[in-house]
């Protein structure tokens, strides 16, 4: 499978290229060039398969020219052994026609472990492969940085180095990546908010002396391969409910547009999705541009739901390379106009979005109401990623099966769900001491310099 740039302008590459490689460098995102779409028999084929037997199936066609499908179902293997629930991805029942896919069981507890740990297993099996040595720089508002740091913590061949925005993630969340003792991690504690962790990570890929010196790698969802794994779990989800037989929906709660551009690939590979419903909280820009066309930035307003506290969505360009058939000029003028406050779709492209997307938003009081209600009604204890996802799903119920993917658990969150059940959901066991472990905790100005600086002096000590 051959790797484009949403701008047209870089090197086609390979999986393995693609996955290592972070940002083209033409500053746009790697997407297949082409989608490969599976049949109905193959999907209806996928009912009973084990977690691990549908990701080796979903994902074989797009890494072929990485791994051959023996090593692959190896890797995958030992990605999801951790994860503390044997369904890895369970789908519970949360009214008549509405279904929380709980994506939470894995060692960081967040959604993001289904990627990270398999990108884990990837990187290390391709870079003893090619003898090589990568440095990862990654932006988190919270998930991406601990599953990252907990999927590469102790790896030989990478230094890792996650930058988060100080006193803007949960303390559980700030904990998961300053505890960890490997010397080849690093927090790094950004002033600024998400936006300018994740524009920091993108200017270290836009500059090419140091991108080539430290060998840059990437493992926010700048890295199909992250986008990739998350394309797994709507397959089981779906199938679960009765696809191909059946149409399944999804309401996904959103930020950086990762997880549910996950979910447009599936539909594109045949899955039956009738809607995938962005669900946005305060920072709600995905939700008022797809409203009304005008993708304008403003101020990052801190949320009870903080990891979806982000204006500049990073994968929401893959969506419109994809709403502007490929138009790979046309993805870099918008990029070009973002930069100076925001970009006004065209037509067509609103339309094309709206065939696939629809949209909500939950307020902060809504969120809180949502995780009192739902533990109320006896369904569950949300977190308030989770709860955005709920709020907004349930204005968009119909006769069509409901899926809200439960992006985190609440116990990483447990001031917000406290406030709104009374309850203080306690970390699992492996976790307890977390917060007596000591922290490690580096601050850095939200300067391009001083952070590369930082880089330089730590890989060479
Ligand atoms: C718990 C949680 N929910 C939802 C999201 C939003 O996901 P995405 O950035 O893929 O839209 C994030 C951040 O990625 C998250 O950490
Ligand atoms: N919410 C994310 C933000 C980064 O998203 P990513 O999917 O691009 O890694 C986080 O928790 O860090």
Do not use: W
């Amino acid at each position: 499978m051959r790797y484009i740039s949403t701008r047209g302008q870089a090197p086609v590459l390979g999986f393995e290229d693609t996955m290592l490689t972070g940002l083209a460098r033409d500053g746009g995102l790697y997407v297949p060039e082409e989608v490969p779409a599976l049949s109905h028999g193959d999907i209806a084929a996928l009912a009973g398969l084990s977690y691990e037997e549908v990701a080796v199936r979903i994902m074989a066609p797009f890494v072929a020219d990485a791994f051959d499908e023996a090593t692959f179902a190896d890797l995958v293997a030992k990605a999801y052994a951790g994860f503390g629930h044997d369904a890895r991805a369970p789908l519970k029942q949360l009214a008549p026609n509405h279904f929380l896919l709980e994506l939470f069981h894995g060692p960081t507890l967040a959604f993001k472990d289904f990627a990270m740990q398999l990108i884990g297993q990837m990187f290390q099996h391709s870079l003893a492969k090619r003898g090589q040595k990568v440095t990862i720089v990654g932006a988190t508002s919270g998930d991406t940085g601990s599953a990252a740091i907990e999927a590469f913590r102790g790896l030989e061949a990478v230094d890792v180095f996650i930058l988060y925005p100080h006193g803007r993630v949960s303390d559980v969340q700030r904990r998961q990546m300053t505890t960890p003792s490997e010397s080849n991690v690093h927090a790094l504690a950004l002033t600024g908010h998400f936006d300018d962790c994740q524009a920091r990570v993108k200017d270290m890929f836009n500059d090419f002396d140091f991108r080539d010196r430290v060998a840059l790698a990437g493992v926010n969802s700048i890295n199909f391969a992250r986008v990739l794994a998350q394309v797994v779990y709507f397959f089981t989800a779906a199938v679960s409910l009765g696809a191909p037989h059946r149409k399944v929906s999804f309401t996904v709660p959103t930020g950086n547009f990762g997880d549910i551009f996950a979910g447009h690939i599936a539909k594109r590979m045949g899955l039956p999705i009738e809607h995938l419903v962005v669900a946005t909280n305060q920072n709600d820009i995905l939700h008022r541009c797809l409203t009304t066309g005008e993708y304008r930035t403003g101020e990052v307003h801190p949320s009870i739901s903080p990891s979806m506290d982000i204006q500049v969505s990073s994968n929401f360009e893959r969506a419109l390379h994809l709403a502007y058939d490929g138009d790979g000029s046309a993805i870099a003028q918008l990029m070009a106009e973002l930069k100076t406050g925001g970009f006004t779709v065209s037509q067509g492209a609103l339309q094309a979005l709206r065939e696939v997307y629809a949209s909500g938003r939950a307020s902060e009081a809504q969120t809180s109401a949502a995780i009192t209600r739902t533990l109320a009604h006896g369904a569950e204890l949300l977190c308030p990623h989770s709860a955005v996802g709920v709020e907004v799903a349930e204005a968009h119920l119909g006769t069509t099966p409901m899926v809200t993917l439960a992006t985190a658990h609440p116990a990483k969150f447990p001031d917000a769900v406290e406030a709104a059940t009374g309850i203080r959901p306690p970390l699992p066991p492996r976790m307890a001491d977390l917060f007596d472990r000591p922290e490690r905790i580096t601050r850095v100005d939200n300067d391009l310099t001083d952070i590369e600086t930082l880089i330089d002096e730590a890989r060479a000590a």
